[in-house]
């Protein structure tokens, strides 16, 4: 059985332009896992991005 959306839409890819927060951009991130979705983030990003720091948002 195919799921109806990919068989209409293909994958979807999703951009984030100069995105502030964080905890959102994670939960984004993990739904793009999930759903094979390639995430792009456009810079100056509001946050940052040291392995510290993606492992706290990333987790949440």
Request: hydrophobic share 40%.
């Amino acid at each position: 059985m195919t799921c109806p959306a990919e068989t209409n839409f293909g994958r979807v890819n999703v951009v984030l332009v100069e995105p502030e927060i964080p905890t959102n951009t994670g939960n984004i991130a993990k739904l793009c896992g999930a759903t094979g979705s390639v995430l792009y983030l456009v810079h100056p990003l509001g946050f940052r991005t040291d392995d510290r720091s993606l492992r706290l948002f990333f987790n949440s």
